[in-house]
T-cell receptor, first 113, second 114 residues
């Protein structure tokens, strides 16, 4: 199993909703990442987890709340989002922290109304 | 301030010819460089990487060249195939500096014509 899976593929939510994005990998990777990508822009790092501990938070607004319940799962909890938060949210993993992510998931396309 | 620059937003080549994608960086602390390929509606896929202790890394049809003095790297694809048509992102990180941040360029859209 050499892939990163993300659910859901698409998500439409209102500004008052609470939703969660899920990411899973079974490659034994100990570093997991959340990236945000707007159209025709490069991915922007949001959070990095290393050994289930938050390693990097790129000054992301608190309406985005990451969670790493175990070494295979990474969640991103969403609450009170703004329309400008609409984007592709990518999860990624790597065997170790140094060097950056080796495997990306397909992403969740989020639309905030 | 863009630390990783891909100055060509698009590139078009004929099938069978060489594709050369360029990337420049400004941060001298970067010591590890990666290329990712992205198809529409999919996440980026890791292609090839190079450490700053090397000047060349080859994997099949893909070769990455690093010129540290010029702060420039390039990805060569030989021979190019229509299936290589995608957006290619250059990325860099400063691992020795203790930073695990990966900085991406804006990408170059490669089109390989049959």
């Amino acid at each position: 199993d050499t892939e990163v899976t993300q659910t859901p593929k698409h998500l439409v939510m209102g500004m008052t909703n609470k939703k969660s994005l899920k990411c899973e990998q079974h490659m034994g990777h100990r570093a997991m990442y959340w990236y945000k990508q707007k159209a025709k822009k490069p991915p922007e790092l949001m959070f990095v987890y290393s050994y289930e501990k938050l390693s990097i938070n790129e000054s992301v607004p608190s309406r985005f709340s990451p969670e790493c319940p175990n070494s295979s799962l990474l969640n991103l909890h969403l609450h009170a989002l703004q329309p400008e938060d609409s984007a592709l949210y990518l999860c990624a993993s790597s065997q170790r922290l140094a060097g950056g992510p080796g495997f990306f998931g397909p992403g969740t396309r989020l639309t905030v109304l | 301030d863009q630390q990783v620059k891909q100055n060509s937003p698009s590139l078009s080549v004929q099938e069978g010819r060489i594709s050369i994608l360029n990337c420049d960086y400004t941060n001298s602390m970067f010591d590890y460089f990666l290329w990712y390929k992205k198809y529409p509606a999919e996440g980026p896929t890791f292609l090839i990487s190079i450490s700053s202790i090397k000047d060349k890394n080859e994997d099949g049809r893909f070769t990455v060249f690093l010129n540290k003095s010029a702060k420039h790297l390039s990805l060569h694809i030989v021979p190019s195939q229509p299936g290589d048509s995608a957006v290619y992102f250059c990325a860099a990180s400063a691992t020795q500096g203790g930073s695990e941040k990966l900085v991406f360029g804006k990408g170059t859209k490669l089109t390989v014509n049959p």
